[in-house]
């Protein structure tokens, strides 16, 4: 395969970015590098318009992840932690290529790293409906959350959720454990380390977590237990498959 790209080397991370809207064309070379897994999960899309986002979702990741492991992307082998975290199952020896993929609306992004365990998550910055979950936060950061000016809530609920998420993405848990499992100081914008982890302020010492600035309309995080973590963002992913 041409175009090979080297792994980061800790404690970088690459975090790429792309539109999910794609052509039929692109749909249907996106569709055929998918594994019987990723095919099955595709049919059970009630709306189109998710379906078509996740094959352009799932079909960017094996055709990126073939780049820097030098194979077609329907070659690239995927497993699934005990919590659902995919995994490349094989790889060169003595890597440890390590990815976390999210999305949101039309936008996805996904982080790349070698030899830490990493999350990531952006989320599309929207009216805080009644839906939306407040209870991420935990007693003291609703406290806090209260006392923010109504003109920033909306920004700073948005960035608390993708750190939240992103963090625990990193532990390969999603929201198995609940959001209040981190907690932060939400007065902070940019990047941050947690303020409590579990309720110990020890563990949250071993944490950062990095602020994407290039998803447009999006709040978006990549956290991993590293404190000297840090981002390359590639930018747009110029690629298309075929």
């Known amino acids: ?16 970015q792309w539109d999910l809207e794609a052509c039929d064309d692109d749909i249907e070379g996106y569709w055929n590098t998918l594994g019987a897994q990723e095919r099955e ?4 899309f009630r709306f189109d318009l998710h379906r078509r986002r996740f094959i352009a979702g799932r079909g960017e990741l094996r055709r990126l992840l073939g780049h820097y492991l030098d194979v077609s992307p329907s070659d690239v082998a995927i497993g699934y932690g005990p919590d659902g975290k995919p995994y490349c199952t094989s790889q060169p020896r003595d890597w440890m290529l390590c990815f976390n993929l999210s999305h949101s609306e039309n936008t996805a992004a996904l982080a790349i790293a070698n030899g830490i365990e990493i999350g990531i998550d952006i989320e599309r910055i929207r009216v805080i409906e009644d839906t939306l979950p407040l209870d991420v936060f935990s007693s003291q950061e609703r406290a806090d959350y209260a006392a923010t000016p109504q003109a920033e809530q909306q920004t700073v609920f948005f960035e608390s959720w993708a750190r939240k998420e992103a963090c625990l993405k990193a532990l390969g848990t999603g929201f198995i454990l609940p959001p209040t499992h981190f907690e932060f100081d939400v007065s902070v914008h940019g990047d941050t380390t947690p303020r409590v982890v579990g309720g110990d ?11 994407l600035s290039s998803v447009a309309g999006c709040a978006g995080a990549v956290a991993a237990r590293r404190t000297d973590l840090s981002i390359v963002e590639m930018g747009a992913l110029c690629l298309h498959p075929g």
């Open 1 to 16: 395969m041409s175009s090979f790209l080297t792994p980061p080397s800790a404690p970088q991370v690459h975090v790429w």
């Open 41 to 44: 999960r595709a049919g059970k």
């Open 201 to 211: 302020v020890q563990e949250a010492a071993h944490w950062r977590v990095r602020t």
